[in-house]
């Protein structure tokens, strides 16, 4: 049917409809089954929460093509990865990966580099937020440090999500998150070693000046008794 065909058949026919994924490899494929041939657009998109929105990745949508399983090229499985069908301007459907044997964490960051000059940005609330103007506002996620990032894409300790072959000029990243968390968990706690130590040693101090006073009065006592 289509599109302006009778609503509520429009409606039960979606509702007869699911997306199933696959996952081979370094390869994700698709399969939209439904009772007949859909107008739709398979939109993959990003999710770390499954409470919160989806983040659609710029550039990667593409025509839903038959019932057959139907690979998006060069987007490599992540358990964040979600698939989105669209019809008609409205989400019809979404499944998302959540396979916890997949490479990569929840909590990774997702970044997009411009292979025309190299830059970095972080994909947030369906926006790229460049990565300087994220550390410098101080929200979202606590530790974050640009160069770092940065170094991290350029030693290859970031996963690469989707191939640079594509037609779109962009690169994405999935970078680990919970290692910049350790790290900042681990000075907060040498700080507060390092404070505490202080403290001790300041106490330590203030108890041999006690003695020592102590002592002098004793010592002046004594001298006056003679």
Same mark, same amino acid.
């Given at each position: 049917p289509s599109p302006g065909a009778d609503a509520e058949a429009w409606e039960r026919l979606w509702l007869r409809s699911r997306l199933v994924l696959h996952t081979t490899g370094h390869t994700l494929t698709c399969s939209l089954l439904a009772p007949c041939d859909l107008q739709a657009e398979l939109v993959p998109? !990003? *999710?770390?929460? %499954? &409470? #919160?929105s989806c983040h659609v990745l710029p550039g990667l949508q *593409? %025509?839903?093509? $038959? /019932?057959?399983? *139907? #690979?998006?090229? $060069?987007?490599? %499985? /992540?358990p964040n990865l979600c698939v989105q069908v669209w019809s008609s301007e409205q989400i019809r459907l979404t499944q998302c990966l959540?396979?916890?044997m997949l490479p990569g964490h929840p909590d990774d960051l997702l970044l997009l580099e411009h292979r025309a000059n190299a830059s970095l940005c972080m994909l947030e609330q369906d926006t790229c937020m460049p990565?300087?103007?994220?550390h410098s506002m101080g929200a979202g996620h606590p530790g974050l440090l640009e160069q770092e990032l940065q170094r991290d894409v350029s030693a290859g300790h970031c996963r690469q999500i !989707? /191939? %640079? #072959?594509?037609? &779109?000029?962009i690169t994405l990243w999935a970078c680990p998150m919970h290692k910049? =968390? /350790?790290?900042r968990w681990?000075?907060? !706690?040498?700080? =507060? +070693?390092l404070g505490a130590a202080c403290?001790? +040693?300041?106490?330590? +101090?203030k108890k041999e000046d006690v003695k020592g006073w102590m002592k002098s009065l004793r010592t002046g006592y004594g001298s006056e008794g003679e």
């Open positions: 998109c !990003w *999710q770390p929460v %499954p &409470t #919160e *593409q %025509p839903a093509m $038959g /019932h057959g399983p *139907q #690979e998006i090229k $060069g987007l490599r %499985p /992540h959540r396979d916890g990565l300087a103007s994220f !989707w /191939h %640079p #072959e594509n037609s &779109t000029g910049y =968390v /350790h790290a681990a000075l907060a !706690w040498m700080g =507060v +070693l403290i001790l +040693l300041l106490l330590l +101090l």
